[in-house]
């Protein structure tokens, strides 16, 4: 059972890895520093968003509009977090 909680808790480990990468290049786009017309930019942006836009998505229904703010990441790694804990605990 040990086994089983590790592997997901290195899953979910990696799916937050996943996660900052994804608003990082958000930001990189947003302020122009990368080329989004170049081919492996333009693959690995794609693949960031369809990772983790089905797990934000509901977090963005729920929450207020705060303008040009958008703080579902940190809800969604946040609860992530407090659900890595939960399975070890469970453990116990």
Known sequence: M???VNL???????????LILSVVMSWLI????VNTG???IAIVAEFLFRATEPALRPIR???PNLGGL????????????FLR??????LL
Do not use: C, G, Q
């Not at 997901?8 to 996943?18: A, E, G």
């Not at 804990?85 to 469970?90: G, K, T």
């Open 61 to 63: 229904r729920v929450l």
């Open 2 to 4: 040990l086994a089983l």
């Open 8 to 18: 997901l808790s290195n899953v979910i480990t990696i799916y937050i890895w996943i």
């Open 38 to 40: 170049n081919r492996f």
């Open 85 to 90: 804990d939960l399975m070890y605990e469970a």
């Open 30 to 33: 947003s302020f122009n520093m």
């Open 70 to 81: 958008d703080i579902s990441p940190v809800i969604l790694i946040l609860l992530l977090y």
